[in-house]
Every structure is written in C-alpha cells, then in structure tokens.
C-alpha cells in the first residue's frame, strides 16, 4: 500500500514533514551530502546527471527511467516517473534533498508541483507556470503583458480555422503547433500551400494552432535560473534544429549544439535575460503563479534586436550537453538554492561563472529520425572515444548480454571540449565517427559558422 493509502490524501505530506524535521541535515557520519533525483532518460537528463556526479556535495543520483549511460554512474530506477505515490514513498525513504524534473511532458504533468509538497528543493516549475511552454498562445499573451519583442502572430481554434485565415497572410510565414510537440510543432512554410500541408499534418492539425510571422537573423538558446523575481543567466549556446545540412528538412528535438557562441556572448548573457526573461519572471508572478525552475528562451537576434521565438520550462536539450559543463562551481548547492527559494541570496555570496572552455555536441541519430525511429541495434565503438570526448547517452538501453542498443531517435550525444570551438568541434565529429550503428546519421555541419572563416 502506498503511504497515500497508509495515511489518506494530504497527510502523507505533513508525515514527511516531521520526518525531514527530526533528521539531520547531513543524515548520518557515514552519508554526508545531497541526495539527489532526476525524472527523465534523455542526454539532457544524463547532463544533468553528469554534473551533478562532478559536485563534491552530491552523494548519492537516482534517475527516473534512466537510460544505458546513466545506470554506469547513477541508481537508475525501472519505474514511471509520473507515479506520484510512488515518488512520494522513494523521496521520503531514500532522503532526497534535490530533485529535477527533466522533460516537457512531466513538467507539464505538475510533477514540479507533486514533489515541492514533500518538502524538498525542486527544480522544475509548477504545471501552472510551466504553461508559457505547453501553451504557445498563453506564452504570447504574457509575453504582450511583459513587453518582450517576439514576432506577430494569432492563435486559432483549429486547423480549419487557421487554414481560412491564410487569405489574410503573406509567405514565408510560420505554423505552430499550440500545445508540446518534443520539438517538431514548428513549420516554416515558404509559400501558402506549405503551410496548408502544415496544417494537415501532426501535431497542427490536432488542436489549436499559431500563425506567425517569420524573423531573419542569428538564433541563440539562453537558459536561466529563475526563483521568483530572481533570474540568473546560465552560458549562451546555439543549436541546430533542421535534421540536416544546410538548415534543411524536419524540424527535430535538436541534432547538434555549442557554446559559447558570438551571436551571443558569455558578458552578455545576463543583460539580456534582463530584457527577455525577467520580465515574463514578473509578469508570472503577478498573475500568482511564481516560476521558479529553469526558462529557456528561444531568441533571434533581428535587426531591431533580440526577440523571442519560444520559452521552454526546463533545460534545453541538446542546449544542457554543452552549457552545464561550462557551469563552475558547486553546481548541486546553486540548484538547491534555487529550489529552496533563496537563489538571490546564494548568487550574490557566489556569483556564478562561467569556464572559457568551448563545448560543442554532435548528436547520432537512428534510422528514420525524425519520424518514427528503427530501433534495437547495438552501439558500438563507445570504448574507443577520443580523449576529451564524451558520450552522452540519449535513447539508449541494455540488452539482454548487457550491451547498448538503441531505443528512439537521438540515440547518442558526442560532446567534446577544447580551448576554442574549432577544436572541441574537431574532436565531436571523431567521435562521431568511431561511435556506430545500423542506420546512424548525423549532421556534418554542426558549428560550421562558429568556425568559418571571415
């Protein structure tokens, strides 16, 4: 029986409570520092993880589902991350001080909110603030309330509605699926009749629909701590969206990221989280629904400045592959501050840093990627990385003997360092090439204009 069952609705959190209170902080002599939890399987999840287990504070990770990598290093759990008796019976039994919650669909969920009721410092937003990412046209309103420059745009009931409305708009435009799409609710229609295509395919066909003006300029992700009013910039980065060369095909969850990047510059970061993200900190508040979690802003820099794209309530993935390594410090201490609320005071005692090490992500793919994957077949090669090279595991497990299979669509992150990202970029791409599986493709252009020459 769970403990909801053992001692009925809202006791089970006063239960824990107590509990927490008669413990001592540090636990016991033979267990000092945090334990702490992640709700996801992905390479933004195995990012997490990995910087958490280089924080002398963090004793022990538990990850929810997990994946191949993260059971070499963490205490994966074969469960579902959204049983919440569940996560309140493991959250209480193994002492947990800091839990993430990685992905769109559980922040969504209001798992931010399920977990802060036990007591511990969460990072991930409630269900309710967490709606500027699962709501495009909610995030558009706010972003109106706020005064943040983002592009022109109208929300309609549906597909059909949308498709009417075309009469009164000009190509090139953009189709955008309302509600999550894992990255792929996003079509840039170069004439009318590509977006009516657009707006008869998943997800836009299925729900409320956004028609909006395309920007042109350079992108860049900015992701920030955000407690409250508080917002603390994390290192720029610039993804690759497009599944191939050139910015062409599909839009993906991601085939490839850096940091830093010149469109936006590590100095820089800070002031305009100021302009783009604090803002909507406030306005969310003022509506009564406090953020407090990471926002990722999705930002084009036009020729009128910055302007935002989308805003996701979590880590950007592959954005955390290559900006939580750049991240000095004890990392686990600033996001339980963060999740306890007294972020402000923590920053102002230990300002954050950045590293000057350049990180660039290649991320492989499976067969077919990004429609449906073919998956099953074993990943080689992962013993044979070149120095300074990692391998994040995303959409990875094991198999029977124990070896690594693949099992979804980004299957594995190749994330190398160097001193500039000429060279970290260098170093991806032979790790990319030494990592192999049936029907494995990639991009071969990632951070090409990092590296171009003027």
Not at 70 to 78: A, G, K
Not at 88 to 98: C, G, Q, R, Y
């Amino acid at each position: 029986m769970s403990l909801k069952g053992i001692f009925g609705g809202e006791a089970v959190y006063k239960k824990i409570w107590e509990q927490r209170r008669q413990r001592s902080p540090r636990r016991s002599a033979g267990a000092p520092g945090l334990n702490c939890l992640i709700l996801g399987g992905g390479g933004r999840e195995y990012a997490i993880a990995w910087r958490l287990a280089n924080c002398s504070s963090v004793t022990t990770i538990d990850v929810i589902p997990g994946n191949a990598g993260l059971s070499l290093f963490t205490r994966v759990l074969d469960h579902r991350p959204d049983d919440t008796a569940w996560l309140d019976e493991h959250v209480l039994a193994s002492f947990i001080d800091l839990a993430i919650v990685g992905t769109d669909e559980l922040v969504a969920a209001g798992l931010g909110d399920a977990l802060r009721r036990s007591g511990i410092a969460v990072v991930g937003p409630s269900r309710e603030a967490s709606k500027i990412e699962w709501s495009k046209t909610f995030a558009k309103e706010v972003m109106a309330e706020a005064g943040v420059p983002t592009a022109r745009s109208e929300s309609y009931a549906d597909a059909a509605s949308a498709k009417d409305a075309l009469l009164h708009w000009d190509a090139p435009l953009v189709v955008k699926a309302d509600g999550l799409a894992l990255g792929k609710g996003v079509t840039i229609a170069r004439s009318l009749e590509d977006a009516v295509q657009a707006l008869a395919t998943p997800p836009a066909n299925s729900g409320r629909v956004l028609l909006e003006e395309l920007l042109e300029g350079e992108e860049a992700s900015l992701q920030a701590l955000v407690d409250g009013e508080t917002v603390v910039a994390l290192p720029p980065a610039r993804d690759h969206k497009r599944a191939r060369d050139g910015d062409t095909g599909p839009n993906t969850g991601g085939m490839g990221a850096f940091s830093p990047t010149a469109v936006l510059p590590d100095d820089q970061a800070q002031a305009v989280a100021d302009e783009v993200i604090a803002p909507v900190a406030r306005a969310l508040a003022r509506r009564g629904t406090p953020y407090q979690g990471v926002l990722y802003a999705g930002l084009m820099k036009t020729g009128a400045g910055w302007k935002v794209l989308e805003y996701n309530a979590r880590f950007g993935d592959p954005e955390a592959e290559v900006t939580l390594p750049r991240i000095e410090g004890d990392f686990a201490k600033l996001l339980v501050a963060m999740g306890e609320g007294r972020l402000a005071e923590f920053v102002a005692a230990e300002p954050i840093r950045f590293s000057k090490r350049a990180y660039v992500d290649v991320v492989l793919c499976a067969e077919n990627y990004p429609g449906t994957p073919k998956v099953g077949m074993p990943v080689e090669g992962l013993d044979r990385l070149p120095e300074n090279v990692f391998g994040f595991h995303g959409a990875t497990k094991r198999g029977a003997d124990g070896g690594v299979l693949v099992n979804g669509g980004r299957v594995m992150h190749m994330v190398a360092s160097g001193d500039t990202i000429a060279e970290a970029r260098d170093r991806a791409y032979a790790g990319a090439e030494r990592v192999t599986f049936e029907g494995k493709f990639y991009r071969s252009d990632i951070a090409h204009q990092e590296v171009a020459v003027a």
